[in-house]
């Protein structure tokens, strides 16, 4: 079974290595088509290691390659690719499996939707709010905070298949990673930034109250380990309560 596995991981080491001589110029766009599906060809059968994910994805940009100018028009739906955009999305795929790195921005459909989506809000944040607001990603984790003023910090941390790790000012939280609650975290963003965030803190406890465009408020509410173990009816109502500063620009 070693032998084996070693076997299926040498013919994807063999494919990688191919892919990156079309990246370093060694051999043009169509030699690396020609030699790239007849490696898929022999050895799709048996597999390719720990390389198949990397390789099946791949394939599909391979497949969509021309050299046919006419076959190449957005405009009409026709979506072959040309040899820049095949070297593009080549060097995104082995930059997204940790193989090689690259300066090349990941095509939104190689990624998955949760993470799709959230880099659509990062675009909209940088976008919309980029005079007040300063959007940094480091890996999984990405943090939101104001340019000016004492608005609240928001981050999240894309840090499991299934959760995503939420961090709103002191307050920590989870939400499944689903694409829908990217929506949530939409409205997380606008709030914070144009300061309707809400907390109402009280003895061992504490809640934040968060518009939706919707209508609705979401709650997100704390318990400190010892006191917030203590009943307490309606001590929102004698909460502490303090609304968050909106983001501001940089004073000219």
């Not at 929506?183 to 963003?189: A, E, N, Q, S, T």
């Amino acid at each position: 079974m070693g032998r084996r596995q070693e076997g299926r991981d040498a013919r994807g080491a063999a494919v990688v290595a191919l892919a990156e001589d079309f990246l370093d110029g060694r051999i043009n766009g169509p030699a690396f088509q020609h030699e790239f599906l007849d490696h898929y060809r022999r050895g799709a059968r048996h597999g390719f290691g720990r390389f198949d994910d990397t390789i099946e994805t791949m394939w599909g940009s391979v497949e969509a390659y021309t050299t046919d100018p006419e076959l190449h028009d957005p405009e009409l739906g026709i979506i072959d690719l040309d040899v820049q955009q095949l070297r593009d999305e080549v060097a995104a795929i082995l930059s997204r499996d940790g193989i090689r790195p690259s300066a090349v921005r990941i095509p939104d459909h190689l990624l998955d939707p949760f993470t799709a989506a959230t880099r659509r809000l990062i675009d909209y944040v940088r976008h919309e709010h980029d005079d007040r607001a300063l959007v940094t990603v480091d890996g999984d984790e990405v943090v939101l905070r104001p340019r000016y003023g004492d608005g609240i910090v928001v981050g999240w941390d894309d840090y499991s298949e299934n959760l995503v790790a939420v961090e709103i000012g002191s307050h920590h939280f989870t939400l499944h990673r689903h694409r829908d609650q990217v929506d949530y975290l939409r409205d997380i963003v606008d709030a914070a930034i144009t300061g309707r965030i809400v907390e109402l803190r009280g003895p061992g406890r504490s809640r934040l109250l968060i518009p939706r465009r919707d209508g609705t408020t979401a709650r997100e509410t704390g318990y400190s380990i010892l006191l917030g173990l203590v009943p307490l009816p309606d001590w929102h109502r004698r909460a502490h309560r303090t609304t968050f500063a909106p983001y501001l620009p940089v004073p000219s």
